[in-house]
């Protein structure tokens, strides 16, 4: 019986096109059966008929394409990580900005990126935008990435007493950007040369900002009680709980929970496999197996950006 790696992941991931004509998310995971590594890829479109779409789809696959390419070397990809990164990260923004040159009537797209590298018990990342990166340890939550919009300033502001509480949740450039891909400079990168050391049981949420429609609270209250549960039992919840809301403003919503186990005993050589499954406008991908698990969500984006660039 062969011998597992000293971490597993269970990672799922989970989309919803919440009360929005359409989806402006795009997510894909990778993190094959028996590898000591694995990467989530989100971004968060915008610019509704300006193809907000079709900016998310590019980013997603122009830097999950650089990663694969990249990681078939463990150790040299580790080493040089956050150079790829960023280097992945910029060409998407050069592919974005090609895009809207070949069609003018795209101007003003955009996306956020989140991308999380797990590399056995370390976890690299690079961010751009508000799309969180969550990590649950000890029964508490906490963001790890930048947030790159008005929000924590106008926190700030409300702390200080120069804003009533009221006045900064309504605050209309609350949810401004101020780093974004859009083909142009990008104003701030989030790409620690230095990992989070990750710890047996730690649960690694990254997500759209259509998540926090929930608060912090709800969501570590939604945590504690499913920790024990698989990642898609936890990635259910997490949109069952948006779903009781029933907020008419409910945003695009994708996510990624990965749940990270330290283990050095041998198993039999078996393979887990849960479908892809969901209804209506939610879609949730659950997968052990030994090859990449992207499954159909990645391969239909994939084949709308060729579509949208030979159109």
Not at 63 to 73: M, P, T
Not at 127 to 143: E, H, M, N, T, V
Not at 164 to 187: F, M, Q
Request: charged content about 25%; proline content about 4%; some cysteine.
């Amino acid at each position: 019986m062969p011998r597992l790696p000293d971490i597993r992941f269970d990672a799922a991931s989970a989309i919803s096109v919440g009360r929005r004509e359409c989806q402006e998310d795009a997510i894909v995971t990778d993190f094959p059966l028996g590898a000591n590594l694995g990467f989530v890829v989100l971004a968060d479109g915008m610019g509704g008929h300006a193809s907000g779409d079709v900016a998310s789809k590019i980013v997603v696959t122009e830097v999950f394409s650089e990663l694969k390419l990249q990681s078939g070397d463990e150790k040299a990809f580790e080493a040089d990580i956050t150079d790829i990164l960023r280097d992945a990260a910029l060409a998407a923004n050069e592919c974005v900005k090609g895009h809207v040159a070949g069609h003018p009537e795209t101007a003003g797209m955009g996306t956020t990126l989140v991308a999380p590298v797990f590399v056995r018990d370390r976890l690299f990342w690079i961010s751009i935008g508000d799309s969180p990166l969550l990590l649950f340890r000890d029964d508490k939550l906490r963001q790890l990435n930048e947030d790159h919009s008005m929000a924590p300033q106008i926190e700030y502001m409300v702390k200080s007493g120069l804003l009533s509480k009221a006045s900064g949740e309504d605050h209309p450039d609350l949810n401004c950007l101020t780093s974004v891909l859009i083909g142009r400079e990008i104003a701030r990168i989030d790409c620690p040369k230095a990992p989070v050391e990750l710890a047996d049981g730690d649960i690694v949420i990254v997500a759209s900002d259509g998540l926090q429609f929930l608060s912090n609270e709800q969501i570590e209250k939604a945590l504690i009680e499913n920790k024990l549960d698989s990642s898609l039992h936890i990635a259910q919840a997490l949109l069952n709980e948006l779903k009781h809301l029933d907020d008419p403003e409910q945003d695009n919503t994708s996510l990624s929970v990965i749940k990270v186990h330290k283990q050095t005993a041998a198993v039999p050589r078996q393979v887990k496999l849960v479908a892809e499954t969901g209804s209506g406008h939610e879609q949730f991908v659950h997968a052990v197996r030994p090859r990449s698990a992207i499954g159909n969500l990645f391969q239909s984006r994939r084949a709308s950006h060729a579509t949208d660039q030979n159109g």
